[in-house]
Structures are given as structure tokens and as C-alpha cells.
């Protein structure tokens, strides 16, 4: 009876502590790792019900591992930590990629990336899987192999996607941090509708080992509460896998080096429109443009500008051949996986839709849209060396959206598509460019929604954007803000 009133305890008390103080509980010897690993456990199960988070769960295993002598002394030790359910394979443990074909099969995976075992070597107790919808491929999560995950702040709209799962296990206190993922958005989209911080760092910062090529859009980092967690954990798990061959700079210090360190007079861009025109709500306008006055209260200067090369409305369609072949290889290695054709129910509408469209193209379309990739991708860039060190921009277009918006329907496959794309205009450059950038939580609408800004660096400039945030995070904090739920 004591040990259920202690863990009932420790269950309240870490509730809102980050990562980097439970961390500390565990080095005083103030806690057990399987103490914390109890306690979020115990959140989970009765938060989750409401939410639908975390879709896979291996408790029994990760108390084996949090009361093992072999745990190992990282900075996070005995903290405890939920994956995606997208691509990051743990040796034993279940992963579906959000497809049901892959549920269905109990799918196991055979090794760890190499992040999944840097995280394990820095001593967090990884304890299940967050939802994420099929290949990550909408700004939402709702796939139809586990269902809807529900926003914290508002049980009827979305927590955003494609690291929709992981955001609501955070932002409800059942973890302090989660791992999270980007290929176009998917840590800053879900990290506003959240209310949490989102950092997608830049291209070949984190290594994609020892199986995915590290030279396409994606990045993997994760979501927090803190600023502090989120350089944290990046010093450890940063850095090139075995070869690897696109490797961002090492940094010149540790990031957590840079928190609290005055960043300095700073040259920041405003873009607070559409850069194709489209319907910005006027509430993520206004936190964007509150979020400049913030800055310039810090001694920065901002002005309206930005690079012209995001208002290149050809891009998209020369970037169709290479999201759709992605779409029809993923789609190749499912079947492989279960041995099988999958069919047409195992399979997402709109990503089988987009699979198809891969057969419509020729080789040279495909290396047509890796040339502009190389060319969007140099003349955004351009724009920080003509003497500007950030650019600030709203992060979404739109509040978070109502569950369902994004709903996948046989008749109009790509009708999800064309949602997110009013949604999510200001996210996706950056994965093309290979840029840094992150969403921080300065605003909430008078409904209590979060309103997330984004802010983007020079490639391989973490460190500006850490101590821009921590800056921003001291005068303005947000820690205080918790939902209901």
C-alpha cells in the first residue's frame, strides 16, 4: 500500500517536470528509474483513454530494462521515453509505420537505428510507441490502423501530425519528451497545435543508419516542454552514423552551452502572409506579429523579408515524381515486410493514390525534381547570406483543425492533400532546404488553442535558434500552461 501511495506521488509530482530534472531526481538518488518509468505508466494509463496516444506498449519490458544494473549512466538516465511509430525500429519490439497490414501482422523489428540505440545509451527507458498516421504523410493523426489521437488542449481537434502521438503524450504530462520525426512538418506542426517546443534540426544532423538514406526530406529529433530538453537531447544523439554522406557540421560546443547565452543583435525577416497568397488566420497572424514585437524587445531587429524563392508557385508540381516514387518504394517494402501484396483497405487512400501516380512518371521526371530540390534548395539558402540571421514566420496557417478534416476517402484520395496544404504552408520549405527550424509556443487563441511561431536559421545553425529560444523562453514562458485534460 505504501509503494501505491509513493508511485501515485511520483506520478503527480513528475507529471510537468522536464526530462533534464527528472534526470537530476535520478543522479541524487531521489528516484529509481523503474520508480519513474511507474509513474509515467501509471499517467498513461489513465490519461491515454482520452486521447489515444500511445498505440504500443511494452511496460513489462521497459521494467526489466529501468531495473537493470546495465542501464546505462547517460545524461537522461531512468527517464522515461515513447518512440514513433514510424521507421525508428527497437530490436524485439513491435513497429506498424501506422499501416494496418503491419499491425495486423505484429510486426517486430530486428535491430535499432542507430538514434534508437543512442537513445537507449543515454539512459532513457523507452516504453511504447506513439501513434502517427501511415507514413507520416498528413499534418494530422488518424489512421485508420489505430484511429484518432485527440489534441490535449481540445479532445475534438487534432494534435496535428505526422508526430501527432507523440505531442499529445507530452503536452498531457504523460512523458517529458518523445521522439518525433519531419519530413515536412512533423515535429513543428503537431509541437503548435500542442502547445510544445519542436526543433527540426538540419539535414545529416542526425544520422537516418544504418538502413534509410540519409538525402531525402526527413529528420528525426523530437517534442518537448523545454527548450533545455530539446538541446539536451540533441547533444546526445547528433552526430554521423556509419556512411553517412550528408553530415552537417559538428557544432563548436555542447548545444546546452548555448542556453541563456546572449545571442546578440540579430537580423530577423517577417513573413507574416501566405508566400502564395492562401488564407492565413488572422489569430496565427497576430502571434507571429506578436512574436516580432517579443523580439524586438529583446534587442533584435525584424522587418518584413524573406526569401523570394518561397513564392515559387511551380515548385509543388515539380516535386510530384519524387514524394510520389517515395510513396510506391514504401509501399514495396510493406509488401515485402508481410510477404504479401497488401490490398486495397491495407493500404491508405491517398497514399496508395500517390503510389500509383509514381508509375506515371519517368526516370527523367524523377531526376528533374532532384534537380529542383538542388536548386530550391540553393536559392533559399542564398537569403542568409545577404546579412539576415533568422527568419520568423507563423508556424501553421490555421488553428489546430477539427478531427476529421483530413479524412481519407476512396472517392477523393487526394482531397487530405489539398487540406494540408492550406494548412501547412510554412513547414515544408525547410525540409527541402535542409534548414533548421523550430515552432515555440508564445500564443494561445481566447479558446485556449495553442499558436505556435517558427523560426528558421542558416543550415547547421542550431545553436542561434537554441539560444534565440531560450532567450524567448525566459521572457516570455509557457511552462505554466498546461491543458485540462
Known sequence: MCYTIRMSSLADDTQWMDATD??????????????????????????????NAVVIRWFDHARQVARSTELPDGPFRGVPFLLKDLFATYAGQRISNGNVALKNANT????????????????????????????GSVPTTEPIAWGPTRNPWDTTRTPGGSSGGAA???????????????????????????????????????????????????????????????AALLDATRGPGIGDTVIAPAPTRPYVQELGVD????????????????????????????????????????????????????????????????????????????????????????????ADFAKLFSSIDYARALA????????????????????????????????????????????????????????????TSGQPAISLPLSWTAEGLPVGVQLVAAYARE??????ASQVEQAQPWAHRRPSV
Not at 110 to 135: C, K
Not at 271 to 289: I, K, N, S
Not at 416 to 430: E, L, R, S, Y
Open 22 to 51: 527528472q534526470a537530476g531526481l535520478v543522479a541524487r538518488g531521489e528516484a529509481a528509474p523503474v520508480e519513474l518509468l511507474d509513474a509515467a505508466i501509471e499517467r498513461i494509463e489513465r490519461i491515454d483513454p482520452s486521447l
Open 372 to 431: 529542383s530540390v538542388a536548386q530550391f534548395r540553393r536559392a533559399v539558402q542564398a537569403w542568409w547570406t545577404q546579412g539576415w540571421d533568422l527568419l520568423l514566420t507563423p508556424t501553421l496557417a490555421q488553428v489546430p483543425l477539427p478531427l476529421g478534416s483530413f479524412a481519407n476517402d476512396a472517392a477523393h484520395p487526394m482531397a487530405p492533400i489539398i487540406t494540408a496544404g492550406a494548412f501547412v504552408p510554412f513547414t515544408p520549405a525547410w525540409n
Open 263 to 354: 545571442p546578440g543583435r540579430l537580423r530577423i525577416g517577417l513573413l507574416d502572409h501566405h508566400p502564395h497568397g492562401g488564407h492565413v488566420d488572422p489569430e496565427c497572424v497576430e502571434a507571429v506579429r506578436s512574436a516580432a514585437v517579443l523580439l524586438e524587445s529583446l534587442g533584435h531587429h525584424v522587418e518584413p523579408a524573406w526569401p523570394a524563392a518561397l513564392e515559387d508557385t511551380s515548385f509543388g508540381s515539380q516535386f510530384g515524381a519524387l514524394w510520389s516514387t517515395n510513396m510506391g518504394v514504401s509501399l514495396s517494402r510493406f509488401e515485402d515486410m508481410v510477404g504479401r501484396p497488401l490490398t486495397a483497405d491495407e493500404f491508405e487512400p491517398m497514399n496508395r493514390a500517390q
Open 168 to 230: 499529445a503524450a507530452v503536452a498531457s504530462g504523460m512523458v517529458p519528451f518523445a521522439h518525433a520525426s519531419d519530413g515536412g512538418g512533423s515535429i513543428r506542426i503537431p509541437a503548435s497545435c500542442c502547445g510544445l517546443v519542436g526543433l527540426k534540426p538540419s539535414q545529416g544532423r542526425i544520422t537516418f543508419g544504418p538502413a534509410r538514406d540519409e538525402s531525402g526530406l526527413g529528420v528525426e529529433h523530437c517534442v518537448s516542454r523545454t527548450v533545455r530538453d530539446t
Open 108 to 135: 517486430i523489428s530486428p535491430i535499432d537505428t542507430t538514434l534508437v540505440a543512442r537513445y537507449r545509451a543515454a539512459g532513457l527507458v523507452i516504453a511504447g510507441r506513439t501513434n502517427s498516421p501511415e507514413l
Open 463 to 468: 545553436d542561434v535558434l537554441i539560444r534565440v
